[in-house]
C-alpha cells in the first residue's frame, strides 16, 4: 500500500510541474507550443529562468514517477534485475514546484 501511495503522490507532482511547464512554455511561445516545440531546446528556458527551473522540476517528478512504478512492479530499489538509484523525493520535487513560483 505504501508503493502505491507515493505513486499517487509522484502522478500529482508529475501533473503539477506538467501544467507549470506548460504554462511557462505557452506565455513564451504561444498557444500551439508546446506541441510543436516539444523537447527542443527552446522549450527548456534559459539558465535560471521559471521556464527552466519548470523543465527541471518536470524532469524529476517524471523520474520519481518512474521510479514508483518500477517499485509496485518489481520490488523496491530494482529494475529489472538491476540497481536504480533513487531519483529525488517528492517532497524535493514539491519544492522545486515551488520554485518554479507557481504552485506551492
Given at each position: 500500500?505504501?508503493n502505491?501511495n507515493?505513486?499517487?503522490?509522484?502522478?500529482?507532482?508529475?501533473?503539477?510541474?506538467d501544467?507549470?511547464?506548460?504554462?511557462?512554455?505557452?506565455q513564451?511561445?504561444g498557444?500551439?507550443?508546446?506541441?510543436t516545440?516539444?523537447?527542443r531546446?527552446?522549450?527548456k528556458?534559459?539558465?535560471?529562468?521559471?521556464m527552466?527551473r519548470?523543465?527541471e522540476?518536470?524532469?524529476?517528478?517524471?523520474?520519481a514517477?518512474r521510479n514508483?512504478r518500477?517499485?509496485?512492479?518489481f520490488?523496491?530499489?530494482?529494475?529489472?534485475?538491476r540497481?536504480?538509484?533513487?531519483?529525488?523525493?517528492?517532497?524535493?520535487?514539491?519544492?522545486?514546484?515551488a520554485?518554479?513560483?507557481?504552485?506551492?
Open positions: 500500500m505504501q502505491r507515493c505513486l499517487l503522490e509522484t502522478e500529482c507532482a508529475l501533473a503539477k510541474t501544467l507549470i511547464w506548460r504554462d511557462e512554455v505557452t513564451r511561445f498557444p500551439d507550443s508546446v506541441l516545440l516539444g523537447h531546446e527552446q522549450a528556458g534559459e539558465d535560471g529562468t521559471p527552466r519548470a523543465f522540476a518536470r524532469g524529476q517528478a517524471v523520474a514517477w514508483a518500477r517499485q509496485i512492479r520490488g523496491a530499489g530494482t529494475y529489472a534485475g540497481n536504480q538509484s533513487s531519483p529525488k523525493s517528492t517532497r524535493l520535487v514539491s519544492a522545486d514546484i520554485g518554479a513560483g507557481r504552485l506551492a
